[in-house]
């Protein structure tokens, strides 16, 4: 016999990075599915605009940069049944010129950041509940000027694995995103930004570029389904074949 009803119905679910693009929608959907919804990340002016368009949704501002800014912001939450990380930021450019203080803030972001996030928040995560980690398919397929992106991105599979035994009866598992229309890649001009897309749609086995939904119904099947850990999904359009 099969129920229509969600497990995430009055579930809590916590979306770091839930003000934009993946995070956002990954809280619209666990919403939309009946759990009590808190996101957080750095502008509380992009999480008050977040929480007008997410039914019941509730806020707190929070950098993963800053441990003392995550001890504060898990400090108001008293227990959790889901957490999703999936704070952006990406350093791109060649080896030779790229910023060191763009590789340091996208690894500090990516890596060290939902590495504390989970220190943070682990220990409120009830037994069977559930982590999913977010990275990218930069780090499963070569680019070129991509080398931190790369590093970063494969680091949180590897780091995934890890905490799914670490953690375990708390399941832990990543999405790896393809390229997903999101606010992220509004740092390229926009002739750049859609020939990038019009590009990647052409080479894909699905003639597209991702949307934010696509990657939240994959989080969204992972936070239920409770014989999945240590998984890494990839939800990339084929793009990485
Ligand atoms: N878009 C893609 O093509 C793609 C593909 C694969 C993987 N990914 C990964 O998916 C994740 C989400 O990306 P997205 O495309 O949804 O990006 P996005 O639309 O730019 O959203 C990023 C979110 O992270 C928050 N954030 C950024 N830095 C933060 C920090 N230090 N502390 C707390 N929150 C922070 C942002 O809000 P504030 O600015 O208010 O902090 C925002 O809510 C990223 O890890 C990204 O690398 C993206």
Known sequence: ?????????????????GSSGIGKAVAARAAGAGARVHIGSRSADRLAQAAKEIDGATTGVVDVRDEESLRAFFATVDGLDHL????????????????????????DTKIVGQLLTVRHAGKKITPGG??????????????PDMSATAAAN????????????????????????GLIDTPLWSFLP???REGLFAQTAQSSPVARVGRPDD?????????????????????DGGGTL
């Open 1 to 17: 016999m099969t129920s229509s009803t969600s497990s995430l119905a009055g579930a809590r679910v916590v979306v770091i990075g």
């Open 84 to 107: 999703v990380v999936c704070p952006g930021d990406m350093a791109v450019g060649s080896v030779y010129e790229v910023s060191l203080d763009h590789v340091r803030a996208a690894l």
């Open 130 to 143: 559930s982590v999913t980690l977010i990275a990218g398919a930069a780090g499963f397929k070569a680019y």
């Open 154 to 177: 494969a680091g949180i599979a590897g780091m995934g694995r890890s905490l799914a035994l670490e953690l375990a009866p708390i399941r832990v598992n990543v999405v790896v995103g």
């Open 190 to 192: 926009d002739d750049a």
């Open 215 to 235: 990657v939240a119904v994959s989080v969204q099947h992972l936070m239920e389904n409770t014989f999945v850990t240590g998984a890494v999904v990839h939800v």
